[in-house]
C-alpha cells in the first residue's frame, strides 16, 4: 500500500536557522505530493504541493522538490522564524475512484526558538 | 469567504453511546472528506462524499458512518463508541476532491470516558 516516512520530531531550530523536513513515500505510480502545517489548536493548512517529478512547490519561503529517483519530498527553509513553529505533515494522493484521499505521515513537530 | 466550520468543537461521551458530529464546507465546496487524527495512529482517512454519495471509504469498521446533504453540509456518525475512538475528527472540504487542494477545519475533539 502507499505510505509516506517522516523524520521524527520535535526539530527545534535558533530563530533564521535553516529547515530541513525529511520525507519519503512508497507508492504504486506516480502521486501527487502535498507539505500541510497544523499550529496550535488549529485544523491542517495546505502549505505547498507537486504533482509531477521535478516540480518544485513554494510558498511562504518554504520549498519541496519532488524527487521520482529518490522518491523524496524534503521540505526547506532558509531561514526559520519563531512563526514557524507548528507540526508539518507530508502526504500523498492519486486519484481514487474520482475523488481525492491523502495518506499522511506521522508528522514532524518543528519548535523555533529566539 | 467564510472557512470549514466544525461543531462542536469539544465533545465528552461515555462507552457505548454514539455521536454525531457536523461539518459546514467552504460556500461552493462539493467535495467533504473526514479524517481521524490520533497520537498513536496520527491522521486517517475515514470517507469521503461528494454529491451526497460516498466516492472514498477508509479502513474503519461499521460503526463510523457519514452523509452528505443536499447544501453538501456533512454529518459523520461513531456507534457504540469505544475508548479507542478519542480523537481529533477532522473535516475537509475542496471544489470536486480530484486533487484540488483540501481545506481543513479545525476539528472536534471527541473523547470517551
Known amino acids: 500500500g502507499n505510505s509516506v516516512t517522516q523524520m521524527e520530531g520535535p526539530v527545534t531550530l535558533s530563530e533564521e536557522a535553516f529547515l530541513t523536513i525529511n520525507c519519503t513515500y512508497t507508492?504504486?505510480?506516480?502521486?501527487?505530493l502535498f507539505w500541510y502545517v497544523q499550529y496550535p489548536g488549529e485544523g491542517l493548512q495546505l502549505l505547498l504541493k507537486?504533482?509531477?517529478?521535478?516540480d518544485k512547490g513554494s510558498n511562504k519561503g518554504f520549498e519541496a522538490t519532488y524527487r521520482k529517483e529518490t522518491t523524496s519530498f524534503h521540505l526547506e527553509k532558509g531561514s526559520v522564524q519563531v512563526s514557524d513553529s507548528a507540526v508539518y505533515f507530508c502526504?500523498?494522493?492519486?486519484?481514487?475512484?474520482?475523488?481525492?484521499?491523502?495518506?499522511f505521515g506521522t508528522g514532524t513537530q518543528l519548535k523555533v526558538e529566539l | 469567504k467564510a472557512g470549514v466550520t466544525q461543531t462542536p468543537r469539544y465533545l465528552i461521551k461515555t462507552r457505548g453511546q454514539q455521536v454525531t458530529l457536523s461539518c459546514s464546507p467552504i460556500?461552493?465546496?462539493?467535495?467533504v472528506s473526514w479524517y481521524q487524527q490520533t497520537p498513536g495512529q496520527g491522521l486517517q482517512f475515514l470517507f469521503e462524499?461528494?454529491?451526497?454519495?460516498?466516492?472514498n471509504k477508509g479502513n474503519f469498521p461499521g460503526r463510523f458512518s457519514g452523509r452528505q446533504f443536499s447544501n453538501s453540509r456533512s454529518e459523520m456518525n461513531v456507534s457504540t463508541l469505544e475508548l479507542g475512538d478519542s480523537a481529533l475528527y477532522l473535516c475537509?472540504?475542496?471544489?470536486?476532491?480530484?486533487?484540488?487542494?483540501?481545506?481543513f477545519g479545525n476539528g472536534t475533539r471527541l473523547t470517551v470516558t
Open positions: 475537509a472540504s475542496s471544489v470536486t476532491g480530484e486533487q484540488s487542494p483540501l481545506h
Open positions: 507508492a504504486t505510480g506516480y502521486p501527487s
Open positions: 507537486a504533482t509531477k517529478a521535478d
Open positions: 502526504a500523498l494522493s492519486f486519484i481514487t475512484g474520482g475523488g481525492n484521499k491523502l495518506t
Open positions: 460556500s461552493g465546496h462539493r467535495s
Open positions: 462524499y461528494f454529491s451526497e454519495t460516498q466516492r
